[in-house]
C-alpha cells in the first residue's frame, strides 16, 4: 500500500495524520532552529570521523566527556549551538563548512 492510501485509510478511521511539526505545536521558526542545531551536529560528527578520532580522543581534545560528546554528536536539548560551534571548529572546521552546514 503507498502512502497516499494509507494516509487515506487512518483518516477515514478518525486518525489525524501530520508530521512532527504539527505533533508538537512548532513554529516554523523552532523548526528551522532544530535542523540548524541537527546540521551542526552532524558536521561535528563528521569533523570527528575525518580525524579518525574516538569519541573519546575528540572529547579530550575538547576538554569534555565522551557522554557529553555523544550528546554534542547527537543535538540533545542540553546542547547550545554556541557550544556545537566552537567544538566543531575546535576539530578544524573552516568557516565555509560551517556555513554549508547552515
Same mark, same amino acid.
Given at each position: 500500500?503507498?502512502?497516499?492510501?494509507?494516509?487515506?485509510?487512518? $483518516? *477515514? /478511521?478518525?486518525?489525524?495524520?501530520?508530521?512532527?511539526?504539527?505533533?508538537? %505545536?512548532?513554529?516554523? =521558526? +523552532?523548526?528551522?532552529?532544530?535542523?540548524?542545531?541537527?546540521?551542526?551536529?552532524?558536521?561535528?560528527?563528521?569533523?570527528?570521523?575525518?580525524?579518525?578520532?574516538?569519541?573519546? $580522543? *575528540? /572529547?579530550?581534545?575538547?576538554?569534555?566527556?565522551?557522554?557529553?560528546?555523544? %550528546?554534542?554528536?547527537? =543535538? +540533545?536539548?542540553?546542547?547550545?549551538?554556541?557550544?556545537?560551534?566552537?567544538?566543531?571548529?575546535?576539530?578544524?572546521?573552516?568557516?565555509?563548512?560551517?556555513?554549508?552546514?547552515?
Amino acid at each position: 500500500m503507498d502512502a497516499k492510501k494509507k494516509i487515506k485509510k487512518l $483518516e *477515514a /478511521a478518525g486518525f489525524a495524520v501530520g508530521d512532527a511539526q504539527d505533533f508538537l %505545536k512548532l513554529s516554523d =521558526a +523552532e523548526m528551522e532552529y532544530i535542523h540548524i542545531k541537527r546540521s551542526l551536529a552532524k558536521t561535528l560528527e563528521q569533523r570527528r570521523k575525518e580525524q579518525n578520532l574516538t569519541q573519546i $580522543e *575528540a /572529547a579530550k581534545l575538547l576538554r569534555t566527556s565522551q557522554s557529553r560528546l555523544a %550528546k554534542m554528536e547527537h =543535538a +540533545e536539548k542540553s546542547v547550545s549551538i554556541d557550544l556545537l560551534i566552537r567544538s566543531t571548529l575546535t576539530l578544524g572546521a573552516t568557516s565555509k563548512e560551517l556555513k554549508k552546514a547552515l
